[in-house]
């Protein structure tokens, strides 16, 4: 087919026909039916068995309803008689109802169990907090030289539960991986916890999954499993500190975002520190920006330097006048810390 559109009906569909193929996961990166972690896998088969019974019983009662109301006409059926008062009939139907609900309730039960604590004392805690509309995500290392902070971004071994401990800096959120998680809500002045195991290398899109203001939409964060080496190898270079800044268009950029940002942003190793907004340490390294809402390139960093409120309205930054040269160094020494 030929994959010119004409319309803007045309054009989706022909963009949904036309797309390159993608695994089921890529496609739809929020669908909860399918899974890639033991702690996703048992709520997956319990949910599609849901799903099935559900569809089932739909489709039997009415499939009754429809052969009970066009058997015979109007005229005869109130005539109709019922042998032994059809007692027979509700019986078994009973029977068959209480069965299939019992089952569904200890499967409920057996699964909720399985869900609930992590499987063995797991390797990595981190603490994420929900923040409107962003996430704060902490590693706790032995040593506080080993701590650090970092926003919307997680990445975790793959192969291993890790624990999570959830907060919240202002209003309830949700923290939802629906890949390989459901979903656990984040209360201020409270911790719960939850876990999260990725049996496959991939990236696993979350999504705040409780309404908390006009950008819960906007309230993404992205999964990255890797294997135990890569994913110590992103853990030495998150705690190493900024370096300085080699250009002079960049050192100028430190400089006022020294003045006017670091109220808000911490860079490790400089004296931005900041804690209003996401830790920019190696924020060239994510790959998105404003928790999910576009993707990490130089043309939206400026973009949401300059007006973060056109990207994300509402957003907790607000706009910071700078001229076009501040605009440019400060893009450029963002673009430093990798
Ligand atoms: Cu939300």
Redesign the pocket.
């Given at each position: 087919m030929t994959c010119q559109p004409t319309s803007a009906t045309a054009a989706f569909v022909i963009t949904t026909l036309c797309a390159t193929p993608t695994p089921g996961f890529a496609a739809t990166p929020l669908s909860y039916l399918e899974s890639y972690g033991s702690r996703g896998d048992p709520v997956r088969s319990l949910t599609w068995a849901m799903l099935i019974i559900s569809t089932v019983v739909v489709v039997i009662v009415t499939g009754l309803v429809l052969w009970g109301v066009l058997r015979e006409g109007p005229a005869e059926a109130a005539g109709i008689t019922r042998e032994g008062n059809g007692l027979r009939l509700i019986t078994a139907g009973l029977v068959v109802t209480v069965v299939v609900l019992l089952g569904s309730v200890v499967w409920t039960m057996v699964v909720l169990a399985e869900v609930g604590a992590a499987p063995a004392a797991p390797k990595l805690t981190l603490d994420i907090s929900g923040h409107q509309?962003w996430w704060q995500v902490r590693y706790e290392g032995e040593t506080p030289a080993e701590t650090f902070v970092t926003a919307n971004e997680v990445h975790i071994p793959v192969g291993e539960p890790v624990r999570i401990n959830l907060s919240s800096s202002d209003v309830i959120?949700?923290f939802w991986v629906p890949a390989l998680s459901g979903k656990t809500d984040t209360v201020p002045g409270q911790v719960n916890t939850t876990w999260i195991e990725a049996h496959a290398p991939g990236t696993f899109l979350g999504q705040?999954?409780?309404?908390?203001?006009a950008q819960?939409a906007h309230?993404g964060f992205r999964i990255v499993a890797e294997p135990r080496d890569r994913f110590e190898a992103w853990l030495a270079d998150q705690l190493a500190p900024a370096a300085v800044p080699a250009e002079r268009i960049a050192a100028a950029g430190q400089e006022t975002f020294g003045r006017r940002c670091a109220a808000c942003h911490a860079v490790r190793g400089t004296t931005a520190g900041g804690v209003f907004g996401p830790d920019l340490s190696h924020l060239a390294t994510r790959a998105t920006l404003a928790a999910g809402t576009v993707p990490n390139t130089p043309g939206h960093l400026s973009a949401w330097i300059a007006d973060p409120q056109h990207l994300k309205p509402g957003t907790r930054m607000p706009v910071v006048p700078l001229t076009g040269s501040e605009l440019e160094q400060v893009r450029a020494y963002l673009a430093t810390l990798n």
């Open positions: 509309w959120h949700s705040c999954a409780e309404f908390c203001g819960h309230m």
